[in-house]
């Protein structure tokens, strides 16, 4: 294996690309503020890789995620305020003091003892930084459905959780309710605030049934994605345009296609 000079490598062509004199000029106008769409664009990518199964291309994006890490690294370094070696003690060290079971004299029995054992070192991590609340470093440029299932997971920590499905399935209900009623208020400001909490209550099913709500969602999102692309074969078929369809064809269609498809649902 090569792994080091490989990596060295990849430090030594990032440091050319933002060379000040023979550099890319777009790499040497990029800052932290810029890179990051970029990064959460390849982490999405490195994602649909894995959901589409396409195991064949994931070296590539994962390079490609990889890459954002070392251009962080690069600009710290011009900065002199990291590189790459201390990310790499940094993440080396955190890894080791949160899994005393592994690399310590500790013993875990199951994989939820695991997780506790983790959230206590979190939360003492948090003391030592003079992070007081529990949701303190809960980024809030996460994807919407997975921040707030990470604030759910982090307050449950504390106990602030319901034990069972009942109550948070009656909150659905309610808050299905409460929608409904702005909607005959016709008050946009607050059917956007309590579809946000029915959105947030949903969130809390998936969590309860140890699913990942936006996992969840991206597999619906593309099981319509491909039903509906099987709705516009079908009336290609039929020699009239989509728009000249009316909605109960386009129905008959819909239900033809989901009766064929293997993703049942």
Request: glycine share 6%; hydrophobic share 40%.
């Amino acid at each position: 294996m090569q792994s080091k000079s490989d990596i060295q490598r990849l430090l030594t062509i990032m440091e050319r690309l933002r060379d000040p004199q023979t550099g890319c000029p777009w790499d040497k106008a990029q800052s932290y503020q810029t890179i990051v769409p970029f990064t959460l664009e390849e982490a999405f990518e490195v994602a649909d890789t894995i959901e589409r199964g396409a195991l064949d291309e994931l070296p590539g994006e994962l390079g490609d995620l990889l890459f954002q890490v070392i251009f962080y690294c690069q600009l710290g370094k011009e900065q002199g305020r990291f590189d790459f070696d201390q990310v790499v003690e940094k993440i080396c060290t955190k890894l080791t003091e949160r899994h005393p079971h592994v690399f310590g004299e500790m013993t875990q029995a199951s994989s939820e003892s695991v997780r506790e054992t983790w959230e206590s070192i979190k939360a003492k991590e948090r003391k030592g930084r003079s992070l007081h609340s529990v949701l303190d470093d809960i980024p809030r440029s996460l994807p919407a459905l997975t921040r707030a299932a990470k604030v759910q997971r982090r307050v449950a920590t504390v106990g602030f959780d319901w034990n069972d499905l009942g109550p948070v399935v009656a909150k659905i209900h309610e808050e299905i309710d409460e929608v409904m009623v702005e909607v005959a208020a016709q008050d946009r400001d607050k059917m956007e605030d309590e579809l946000g909490d029915l959105l947030f209550a949903v969130v809390n099913l998936a969590r309860h049934l140890k699913l990942d709500p936006e996992q969840a969602l991206r597999r619906a999102t593309n099981k319509f994605e491909h039903r509906f692309r099987g709705v516009e074969a079908l009336a290609a078929q039929s020699g009239k345009a989509m728009q000249e369809h009316s909605l109960t064809e386009l129905d008959a269609y819909w239900e033809q296609v989901k009766r064929n498809d293997p993703l049942k649902g």
